[in-house]
């Protein structure tokens, strides 16, 4: 089995993505509440702040900010995904039957450099749905901390419209 090497830096910011089995589209409807739950056991237990989020059907991009003491995202994603995967199945939201698998097995992370970094992760983060063809304004898309990024004044309402959007070079 290959020893994956892993950035580890105590207090700082990660971009992740996290990719369903196959690509199947289990992260929608009541399985978006669900996930909302775990998530927010999961930061009660293990505290992280969470920067940006976003949900489509087969994968979630998100970049957490890490206390200051601790560099321990693998344990939190771990458990997010293992709370997500029993309890989805126990409520059969999942719509799958015979796999007991949820996730693809691995995840993958980005210790963010500086705030030039942090900025283009989390303009490609928000931009992901319009990418993927979801829709057409990143204001569109609901499972997104987008919202709250509007709120808050970090971004403007109309940021991310296609033939508006950023020219922050991000990319996959």
């Given at each position: 089995?290959p020893?994956?090497r892993?950035?580890h830096a105590h207090?700082?910011?990660?971009?992740?993505?996290?990719?369903t089995?196959?690509r199947?589209?289990?992260?929608?409807?009541?399985?978006?509440?669900?996930l909302r739950?775990?998530?927010?056991?999961?930061r009660v237990?293990?505290?992280?702040?969470?920067?940006?989020w976003v949900?489509?059907p087969?994968?979630?991009?998100?970049?957490w900010h890490l206390p200051?003491?601790?560099c321990?995202?693998?344990?939190?994603?771990?458990?997010?995904?293992?709370?997500?995967?029993k309890?989805s199945r126990l409520?059969?939201?999942?719509?799958?039957?015979g796999?007991?698998r949820?996730w693809?097995p691995r995840f993958?992370e980005h210790?963010?450099r500086?705030?030039?970094?942090w900025?283009?992760?989390?303009?490609?983060?928000h931009?992901?749905?319009?990418?993927?063809?979801?829709?057409?304004?990143?204001?569109d898309?609901?499972f997104?901390?987008?919202?709250?990024?509007v709120?808050?004044?970090f971004?403007?309402?109309?940021?991310?419209?296609?033939?508006?959007?950023?020219?922050s070079?991000?990319?996959?």
């Open positions: 089995m020893n994956y892993r950035a207090g700082a910011r990660y971009s992740f993505t996290v990719v089995k196959n199947r589209p289990m992260l929608a409807g009541s399985n978006i509440e669900l739950e775990i998530v927010a056991r999961v237990a293990l505290p992280f702040r969470i920067d940006g949900v489509l087969n994968h979630m991009h998100a970049i200051e003491h601790d321990n995202y693998s344990k939190r994603l771990g458990l997010i995904k293992a709370e997500f995967s309890e409520s059969s939201c999942t719509g799958i039957r796999d007991a949820v693809q993958w210790l963010i500086d705030e030039s970094d900025r283009r992760q989390m303009d490609y983060l931009f992901n749905p319009v990418k993927h063809g979801m829709v057409a304004r990143v204001c898309w609901p997104s901390s987008f919202h709250r990024l709120r808050e004044g971004y403007e309402s109309d940021w991310g419209i296609v033939g508006n959007q950023p020219d070079g991000f990319g996959e």
